[in-house]
Nanobody, 128 residues
Framework: QVQLVESGGGLVQPGGSLRLSCAAP????????IGWFRQAPGKGREGVAC????????YDADSAKGRFTISSDNAKNTVYLEMNSLKPEDTAVYYC?????????????????????WGQGTQVTVSS
């Protein structure tokens, strides 16, 4: 289990930007996959992006391609989700999750149920 803390959510107008952070205050041992997921009211949780610490391999959901960018700063034990051109349909609680046995591939959505450690979530609201 890894402790994860998300931050950076908030209220933003359509077309605006936010940068979410997922920090692991206690650090991680070995290689991990870090995924960003979101859950809108009344909907299931969906994968947004994922990054592997071993080689930086990433996955981006179709809804994120061209607008969201996942990156990591291994020295700070932090993964970021840069979100641009935000739309009202991006409104959701965003969670980050970590697991040492998952590899992020651009061809395979991150397996939500396999991630072992989860943060508490951060609310993103896109509204005018």
């Amino acid at each position: 289990q890894v402790q994860l803390v998300e931050s950076g959510g908030g209220l933003v107008q359509p077309g605006g930007s936010l940068r979410l952070s997922c920090a692991a205050p206690g650090g991680t041992s070995g290689y991990y996959a870090i995924g960003w997921f979101r859950q809108a009211p009344g909907k299931g949780r969906e994968g947004v992006a994922c990054i592997s610490s071993s080689d930086g391999s990433t996955y981006d959901a179709d809804s994120a391609k061209g607008r969201f960018t996942i990156s990591s700063d291994n020295a700070k034990n932090t993964v970021y989700l840069e979100m641009n051109s935000l739309k009202p349909e991006d409104t959701a609680v965003y969670y980050c999750a970590a697991d040492p046995y998952i590899y992020c591939s651009d061809r395979v959505p991150p397996p939500i149920t396999d991630f072992g450690s989860w943060g508490q979530g951060t609310q993103v609201t896109v509204s005018s």
